[in-house]
């Protein structure tokens, strides 16, 4: 998965990386050639008094620092920028990954693990770039090439190398096994902490409100102590791999001088020629050392890299981001791109029909939604209201894609929405969700997200219609006033009037109102479906409600019972028919006496 991962990135980094494999191999031939012109100044020039071998020698050996010096500059230098490069691309799909999947799709995997995927993964990976750039290509030059330049200077000394390299690939295969589970299990812990700490951030209140803080804080706690416990671990297999490998490397260097000293004394090995082979054990242990760091870095990465690529890995059940090509928007509506002008005052609808649909949530036994049919005419009002679950909002997320019906089917003026590009789709529509989502920025801001064009004196209309120029206009630099992330700062009813402002913003065909006022009193309520009716006038409007109040005056109202489309009609209508409807109408409304 890593060497794939791997593979495809720097697929597009070809220049880069084979300029960096050169100059490691100028660093690395440095490195080879360093220690025979050592032997052969001390042999040639030191031992026999011959000044000018001495200053010739020493003169190609200070050149050859210097081009390792330049070479190890460059090296150092594109590597970095190729690992950076890699960890923005790898972040940049993510994020767009992320941003083609359905809610459930993000749920499978969890929002703090995405964004570890995202963050930690991504840098793990990072980081073992920057090592296999640093150390890999340089490795096997230096150890094959040390191996070849010892064997030359003394062949039978060079029988100390043989008994040494696969003691140390032992260690190094033993630790490596140990640390992958280790590695995995690691990742896996961060995202819990992740969950555990984004959990208490944002339910602090509730946390407060119920006395729970002992609880989470032992829960945390609990978390926090495994990840400490496997961290430890792991970091304890490599720290004990340094000791054990110095031990190898110590012994094995007091061997050569052990039998180096008697080689000399005997008279077949010259002192020159001895240092020499020194230096080339160390230059090929330090090449095992080097493989071994990268193999022990490259377990996490792995681990990192199946989980980077999990996600990239995911077709999104609702497929189709961009405009279907040669797909024209649709006439008088700003589809397929946020409409850029003044709110939509008269922005002509779409006739929107569900034949038999049927939606059920993956991996559920049983279809929340069955046989749902009705049509939801241009300039017309459709209401659904039934008890909690019964699939209210699952029917409204069905129509922008946000989810995909798995039978029947459902149509915009007489097409299924399933041909239309998703953009093009969502385009047409507007949503006020159920959450008053905010994004951090400021008021403008958010509102411009539906028409970007938006002049301010557009947005202060819409604001009027939505009841919330007031206090927008109260606020430390009105228009322009900091809003936190997910609209902290702001009540819910003031977060929803701004949502309801920034769906009408938008030109379009039909608009989607997901229980929309439930934090709006009833008067507040009455005057923004009153200032509304100009801008929704001749588009298709679609509302879910729980409260008979707000949806009366509909066309037609749907009574949704456990994913079933018990009954239509007008309130009248229902009222006389559907004992469900004739149920919840008493129940809110008998003590005001309405009809
Ligand atoms: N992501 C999901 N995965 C599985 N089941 C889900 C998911 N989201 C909702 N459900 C289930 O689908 C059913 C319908 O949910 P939905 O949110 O559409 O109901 P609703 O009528 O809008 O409820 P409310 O009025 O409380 O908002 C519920 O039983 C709910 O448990």
Same mark, same amino acid.
């Given at each position: 998965?890593?060497?794939?991962?791997? /593979?495809?990135?720097?697929?597009?980094?070809?220049?880069?990386?084979?300029?960096?494999?050169?100059?490691?191999?100028?660093?690395?031939?440095?490195?080879? =050639?360093?220690?025979?012109?050592?032997?052969?100044?001390?042999?040639?020039?030191?031992?026999? +008094?011959?000044?000018?071998?001495?200053?010739?020698?020493? +003169?190609?050996?200070?050149?050859?620092?210097?081009?390792?010096?330049?070479?190890?500059?460059?090296?150092?230098?594109? +590597?970095?920028?190729?690992?950076?490069?890699?960890?923005?691309?790898?972040?940049?799909?993510?994020?767009?990954?992320?941003?083609?999947?359905?809610?459930?799709?993000?749920?499978?995997?969890?929002?703090?693990?995405?964004?570890?995927?995202?963050?930690?993964?991504?840098?793990?990976? %990072?980081?073992?770039?920057?090592?296999?750039?640093?150390?890999?290509?340089?490795?096997?030059?230096?150890?094959?090439?040390?191996?070849?330049?010892?064997?030359?200077?003394?062949?039978?000394?060079?029988?100390?190398?043989?008994?040494?390299?696969?003691?140390?690939?032992?260690?190094?295969?033993?630790?490596?096994?140990?640390?992958?589970?280790?590695?995995?299990?690691?990742?896996?812990?961060?995202?819990?902490?992740?969950?555990?700490?984004?959990?208490?951030?944002?339910?602090?209140?509730?946390?407060?409100?119920?006395?729970?803080?002992?609880?989470?804080?032992?829960?945390?706690?609990?978390?926090?102590?495994?990840?400490? +416990?496997?961290?430890? %671990?792991?970091?304890?297999?490599?720290?004990?791999?340094?000791?054990?490998?110095?031990?190898?490397?110590?012994?094995?260097?007091?061997?050569?001088?052990?039998?180096?000293?008697?080689?000399?004394?005997?008279?077949?090995?010259?002192?020159?020629?001895?240092?020499?082979?020194?230096?080339?054990?160390?230059?090929?242990?330090?090449?095992?050392?080097?493989?071994?760091?990268?193999?022990?870095?490259?377990?996490?990465?792995?681990?990192?890299?199946?989980?980077?690529?999990?996600?990239?890995?995911?077709?999104?059940?609702?497929?189709?981001?961009?405009?279907?090509?040669?797909?024209?928007?649709?006439?008088?509506?700003?589809?397929?791109?946020?409409?850029?002008?003044?709110?939509?005052?008269?922005?002509?609808?779409?006739?929107?029909?569900?034949?038999?649909?049927?939606?059920?949530?993956?991996?559920?036994?049983?279809?929340?939604?069955?046989?749902?049919?009705?049509?939801?005419?241009?300039?017309?009002?459709?209401?659904?209201?039934?008890?909690?679950?019964?699939?209210?909002?699952?029917?409204?997320?069905?129509?922008?894609?946000?989810?995909?019906?798995?039978?029947?089917?459902?149509?915009?003026?007489?097409?299924?929405?399933?041909?239309?590009?998703?953009?093009?789709?969502?385009?047409?529509?507007?949503?006020?969700?159920?959450?008053?989502?905010?994004?951090?920025?400021?008021?403008?801001?958010?509102?411009?997200?539906?028409?970007?064009?938006?002049?301010?004196?557009?947005?202060?209309?819409?604001?009027?219609?939505?009841?919330?120029?007031?206090?927008? /206009?109260?606020?430390?630099?009105?228009?322009?006033?900091?809003?936190?992330?997910?609209?902290?700062?702001?009540?819910?009813?003031?977060?929803?009037?701004?949502?309801?402002?920034?769906?009408?913003?938008?030109?379009?065909?039909?608009?989607?109102?997901?229980?929309?006022?439930?934090?709006?009193?009833?008067?507040?309520?009455?005057?923004?479906?009153?200032? =509304?009716?100009?801008?929704?006038?001749?588009?298709?409007?679609?509302?879910?409600?729980?409260?008979?109040?707000?949806?009366?005056?509909?066309?037609?109202?749907?009574?949704?019972?456990?994913?079933?489309?018990?009954?239509?009609?007008?309130?009248?209508?229902?009222?006389?028919?559907?004992?469900?409807?004739?149920?919840?109408?008493?129940?809110?409304?008998?003590?005001?006496?309405?009809?």
């Amino acid at each position: 998965m890593l060497i794939g991962l791997m /593979r495809r990135l720097l697929s597009e980094h070809r220049a880069a990386v084979w300029a960096l494999i050169v100059l490691q191999m100028l660093q690395t031939a440095g490195n080879l =050639l360093l220690p025979t012109l050592n032997a052969s100044i001390i042999d040639d020039g030191i031992l026999l +008094g011959r000044q000018d071998v001495i200053l010739r020698l020493g +003169g190609w050996m200070a050149a050859i620092s210097v081009v390792q010096v330049a070479a190890a500059l460059g090296a150092g230098y594109l +590597g970095a920028g190729v690992a950076m490069k890699i960890g923005h691309r790898l972040r940049r799909d993510l994020f767009a990954k992320v941003q083609e999947m359905s809610s459930q799709e993000v749920s499978a995997f969890g929002a703090p693990s995405l964004v570890t995927r995202a963050t930690n993964d991504v840098q793990q990976i %990072q980081t073992f770039a920057v090592l296999v750039f640093t150390m890999l290509a340089a490795a096997p030059v230096m150890g094959i090439g040390g191996i070849i330049l010892a064997v030359q200077q003394d062949a039978a000394l060079s029988v100390v190398v043989i008994a040494i390299v696969p003691l140390l690939v032992l260690i190094m295969t033993v630790i490596v096994r140990r640390l992958i589970p280790l590695y995995r299990q690691g990742q896996a812990l961060i995202d819990g902490v992740t969950r555990i700490l984004r959990e208490q951030i944002i339910g602090a209140s509730v946390i407060r409100a119920f006395v729970r803080q002992g609880h989470e804080a032992a829960r945390f706690a609990e978390a926090n102590r495994q990840l400490t +416990g496997n961290n430890l %671990q792991s970091a304890l297999l490599v720290a004990g791999m340094l000791p054990m490998i110095m031990i190898v490397v110590n012994l094995s260097s007091v061997a050569v001088v052990w039998f180096g000293g008697h080689l000399i004394q005997a008279g077949s090995m010259q002192v020159g020629a001895l240092t020499a082979f020194i230096a080339y054990i160390l230059q090929i242990l330090l090449a095992i050392m080097m493989a071994m760091y990268v193999f022990m870095t490259a377990p996490r990465a792995a681990v990192c890299a199946e989980r980077v690529q999990g996600v990239l890995d995911v077709v999104p059940a609702v497929a189709g981001m961009e405009t279907a090509e040669g797909e024209a928007p649709a006439a008088g509506s700003a589809a397929g791109t946020p409409s850029a002008g003044a709110p939509a005052a008269g922005a002509p609808g779409a006739t929107v029909e569900f034949r038999d649909v049927v939606f059920a949530y993956p991996g559920a036994e049983t279809p929340v939604l069955g046989g749902i049919s009705f049509t939801a005419r241009a300039g017309s009002t459709t209401a659904i209201i039934g008890s909690t679950g019964s699939g209210k909002s699952t029917l409204l997320n069905l129509l922008p894609r946000f989810l995909d019906a798995v039978g029947g089917e459902i149509s915009l003026d007489g097409r299924d929405i399933r041909t239309f590009g998703l953009d093009d789709l969502r385009g047409r529509m507007a949503v006020v969700p159920q959450q008053a989502y905010l994004f951090s920025g400021t008021v403008a801001g958010n509102l411009r997200m539906a028409a970007p064009a938006a002049t301010d004196e557009d947005l202060w209309q819409a604001l009027r219609r939505s009841q919330a120029d007031d206090f927008v /206009r109260r606020l430390p630099n009105g228009l322009n006033a900091a809003v936190g992330q997910g609209g902290a700062g702001l009540s819910g009813g003031q977060r929803q009037r701004l949502c309801i402002a920034r769906a009408i913003l938008r030109k379009a065909q039909v608009f989607l109102f997901d229980d929309s006022y439930s934090a709006l009193d009833y008067a507040t309520e009455a005057s923004v479906r009153q200032a =509304l009716v100009p801008v929704l006038e001749t588009a298709t409007v679609i509302v879910v409600a729980e409260r008979i109040a707000s949806i009366m005056d509909a066309d037609q109202i749907l009574v949704l019972n456990d994913g079933r489309l018990e009954a239509q009609g007008t309130h009248a209508h229902l009222l006389r028919t559907s004992r469900t409807y004739r149920e919840i109408a008493e129940s809110q409304l008998a003590m005001n006496g309405l009809p």
